[in-house]
Each structure stands twice: as structure tokens, then as C-alpha cells.
Nanobody, 120 residues
Framework: QVQLVESGGGLVQPGGSLRLSCVAS????????MGWYRQAPGKERELVAA???????NYANSEKGRFTISRDNAKNTVYLQMNSLKPEDTAVYYC??????????????WGQGTQVTVSS
């Protein structure tokens, strides 16, 4: 069993910053791509940013330049630094990871989500 636990969400004013963290734990053989998704009320879940095990990153267009994804492989942790936050960034942010529990068995896992609210 693998668990992803997010932290770092909260209420922030427009223009402010937050740093989200997600730690993977459990029966982990290896971790591939890790990513952050978000879901605003009444909207579908969407990709925010992703990072491969080798550090290659991918961002949704609207987040380029404002958000930075990074990871610490030794800690099985992925981060999302969010700067210049806007009210439209308000959403539940979910961590996702592609995890191998054995050399040949890979599965996608999701965290429980952390609320980010951008409001004055």
C-alpha cells in the first residue's frame, strides 16, 4: 500500500505565495512521474505541473513562470512553489504519483487533496 500526503495549503491574499508538499510512503520500489493537479468547484480536475524521476518538468500554460515543481527523490517528496497567486488559482490541489511497488508493477496513486484559497 502506498500513501500520498499533501500539506501546505491554506488561505493567501492575491499576489501571495504558498509551497505545497507531498510525501509518498509505504511499499515503494520506485517512483516515476509525480505531479500536481487541481480541481475548482464545478470544474474538472486539471494538470498543474508534473516532474519525471529524472527531473524533466511540464507545466500547464497558465502556470508557467508562476509555479515551480521540484522533487527530492531521497525523501519521496514533490513540491509545488506557487507565486503571484490569483483568485482563479483557488482549488483543491491533489498530488499524483506513478509508483512501482515491485520492479514490474506500476500504479497511479492520489493524495487526499489540500485546499488553496486565494482571496483578500
Amino acid at each position: 500500500q502506498v500513501q500520498l500526503v499533501e500539506s501546505g495549503g491554506g488561505l493567501v491574499q492575491p499576489g501571495g505565495s504558498l509551497r505545497l508538499s507531498c510525501v509518498a510512503s509505504g511499499s515503494i520500489f520506485s517512483i516515476g512521474t509525480m505531479g500536481w493537479y487541481r480541481q475548482a468547484p464545478g470544474k474538472e480536475r486539471e494538470l498543474v505541473a508534473a516532474i519525471t524521476g529524472g527531473g524533466i518538468t511540464n507545466y500547464a500554460n497558465s502556470e508557467k513562470g508562476r509555479f515551480t515543481i521540484s522533487r527530492d527523490n531521497a525523501k519521496n517528496t514533490v513540491y509545488l512553489q506557487m507565486n503571484s497567486l490569483k483568485p482563479e488559482d483557488t482549488a483543491v490541489y491533489y498530488c499524483n504519483a506513478n509508483v512501482a511497488i515491485t520492479a514490474r508493477r506500476w500504479y497511479d496513486y492520489w493524495g487526499q487533496g489540500t485546499q488553496v484559497t486565494v482571496s483578500s
